[in-house]
C-alpha cells in the first residue's frame, strides 16, 4: 500500500538577523513499503550466469578489425555534355555539345558545365547528370547600351528526370541528354 501526501508546499516565515525570510519546504516523498527480500532479511539473488566454450569464430571476430563500410562505385566523369535547347518563339530546338569548364552560346544564352557523370557501374538505369550554369548573355546591338550579363541558372540537371531542377525562362528551355566519354584516339 502507498501513502500519499498532498502535494502542496507550505510556506514559513524565518527571522534570520532581524530580516524575515520565506521559505519553501520540499514538497513530501512518496513512501514505498518495503519490498518482500528486504522484509525476510535476504539480499536479493542474481540469475546464474552461464559461460560458453568459445568458438573459432568468436576468437576471429574479436580479434579481427572491424570492417570498412562498403564504398559506393565512382561515377565516371565524361569530357563534354549533350543539352537540348528550345527557343519558345520561334520552336526551333537545337542539341548541341557543351565541353567541361568551357563556355558555348546558344542564341543569348551561355552554358558552362563543371561536371558531367554517368551513372555508376552497378547502380541502375540513373543516367547521366551534370552540374552547370546558364547566364543570360545579350548580344551587342550596334548603337545600343548592351545589358549586363547575369546568371539564370546554377545546380544539377538529370537526364533521367529532366523536370526534377527544370531552366525556367520565358523564351528558352534547355535540359540535359547525356554525357559524352572522350572519342578514342585514332
Keep these: 500500500m502507498r501513502a500519499w501526501y498532498p502535494a502542496a508546499c507550505v510556506l514559513v516565515l524565518v527571522a534570520a538577523a532581524g530580516s524575515v525570510v520565506l521559505a519553501q519546504t520540499p514538497s513530501p516523498a ?27 569464430s568468436d576468437l576471429a571476430a574479436s580479434d579481427a578489425a572491424p570492417a570498412k563500410p562498403v564504398e559506393p562505385p565512382k561515377r ?18 537545337m542539341r548541341f555539345e557543351v565541353p567541361v569548364n568551357q563556355p558555348v552560346r546558344y542564341k543569348d544564352l551561355v552554358f558552362t558545365v563543371h561536371v558531367c557523370e554517368d551513372a555508376a557501374p552497378g547502380q541502375g538505369p540513373r543516367g547521366a ?12 546591338a550596334p548603337g545600343k547600351v548592351t545589358p549586363p550579363s547575369r546568371q539564370l541558372f546554377r545546380g544539377w ?30
Design 30 to 56: 512518496e513512501v514505498l513499503p518495503p519490498s518482500p527480500e528486504a522484509a525476510s532479511g535476504q539480499a536479493p539473488v542474481p540469475p546464474p550466469t552461464v559461460l560458453l566454450p568459445p568458438g573459432e
Design 76 to 93: 565516371p566523369r565524361r569530357v563534354a555534355a549533350i543539352i537540348q535547347a528550345l527557343d519558345k518563339t520561334t520552336a526551333e530546338t
Design 129 to 140: 547528370s551534370a552540374h552547370l550554369e546558364i547566364d543570360s548573355q545579350p548580344r551587342p
Design 157 to 186: 540537371m538529370f537526364a533521367s528526370a529532366p523536370g526534377l531542377h527544370p531552366f525556367e525562362h520565358p523564351v528558352y528551355d534547355a535540359w540535359l541528354i547525356a554525357c559524352k566519354a572522350a572519342s578514342p584516339p585514332a
